[in-house]
């Protein structure tokens, strides 16, 4: 009997994701025969995501359903997940440097980084990490050249939920846990605080710009809340400042 096809949340991006049997079906954009060479390379070097399996006979992208459910709804998330998570995105940065990103256009990411050293998700985030039998990310169709820092500081930032309105002890000690897992160094550690605001507001602005030249689906998203969430991230970020560097030592 043929699978008959579940529409999944999610998809801002990416247009409609349905579920057919194991299987995740969406558009093929233009950059997704970069990352499924991504993905496949990330897998060959042991790190646990999403298997791509090419094109179906519509021309969507094929790429493995995991089951599990998503860390959103488990937020915020304990301080040993939290370490978990952080030491997830280091091996996936360290198995990234391998991946050649010298033919790619930094351009075509959507809040681009100067300098891009290697290939990042540029989304890992609650809402695209599973939480199963396995623990990975899902969602890799915003993959392209960045940087550790600038990837790193929209991870840290989201996992440990440095938004208005949180306990600033109780943020800092998230964000602490996520880059005691990632075992980041002193370098990192000393750029994260000013890098986690410069990368919240980028969010920001990104949103409002394409809101003002309708600029879909960010402009959209502007005015349902996104907008609104992250001046709040951005403010509070900044606000506290000293608090990320104390936690950060």
Not at 205 to 221: A, F, I, K, Y
Request: a negative charge; hydrophobic letters at 45%.
């Amino acid at each position: 009997m043929e699978e008959m096809p579940e529409v999944l949340s999610g998809g801002n991006a990416s247009g409609a994701v349905i579920r057919v049997g194991s299987t995740v079906r969406k558009p093929w954009e233009p950059n997704a025969g970069v990352v499924h060479q991504f993905l496949t390379h990330l897998r060959a070097s042991g790190i646990d995501v999403p298997a791509p399996m090419g094109r179906d006979e519509q021309g969507r992208q094929v790429i493995e359903f995991v089951p599990g459910g998503n860390a959103l709804a488990r937020m915020p998330l304990e301080l040993t997940t939290l370490h978990a998570v952080g030491a997830q995105v280091r091996r996936i940065h360290d198995a990234s440097e391998s991946f050649d990103i010298s033919d790619l256009d930094t351009a075509d990411t959507l809040l681009p980084a100067d300098n891009a050293e290697l290939m990042c998700h540029n989304d890992l985030a609650p809402w695209n990490l599973i939480v199963g039998d396995r623990m990975l990310f899902i969602d890799w169709d915003g993959a392209g050249p960045s940087t550790r820092l600038w990837d790193l500081a929209y991870a840290a930032q989201s996992f440990a939920m440095l938004a208005a309105g949180e306990p600033v002890d109780q943020a800092a000690a998230r964000l602490r846990a996520f880059a005691d897992g990632y075992d980041a160094d002193m370098t990192l550690r000393s750029a994260l605080p000013d890098a986690m605001g410069q990368r919240t507001n980028a969010m920001y602005e990104m949103l409002e710009r394409s809101n003002r030249h309708q600029v879909e689906p960010w402009g959209t998203m502007f005015v349902e809340g996104h907008g609104e969430h992250w001046l709040g991230a951005t403010q509070y970020v900044q606000q506290h400042r000293s608090a990320w560097i104390e936690a950060l030592k």
